[in-house]
């Protein structure tokens, strides 16, 4: 019997890592798109910035 109980605990081990693999990919991708919405941010603040500049040096 003990041989069983050693192999459904390797697979409830197994489906427990799975599921947390499946959450960390879930936040890498939440990650990944939060990272791109900063950085797109971040370029158009400076787009922004360099635009006023340059008007700035029109006038």
């Given at each position: 019997m003990e041989p069983?109980?050693?192999i459904e605990s390797l697979a409830n081990e197994i489906e427990r890592?799975?599921?947390l693999n499946k959450t960390y990919m879930?936040?890498?991708?939440?990650?990944?798109r939060e990272n791109?919405?900063?950085?797109?941010?971040?370029e158009w603040q400076?787009?922004?910035?360099?635009?006023?500049?340059g008007q700035i040096l029109r006038s």
């Amino acid at each position: 019997m003990e041989p069983d109980f050693h192999i459904e605990s390797l697979a409830n081990e197994i489906e427990r890592l799975e599921n947390l693999n499946k959450t960390y990919m879930k936040e890498q991708r939440t990650l990944i798109r939060e990272n791109r919405l900063l950085r797109n941010a971040l370029e158009w603040q400076r787009q922004r910035k360099r635009s006023s500049y340059g008007q700035i040096l029109r006038s």
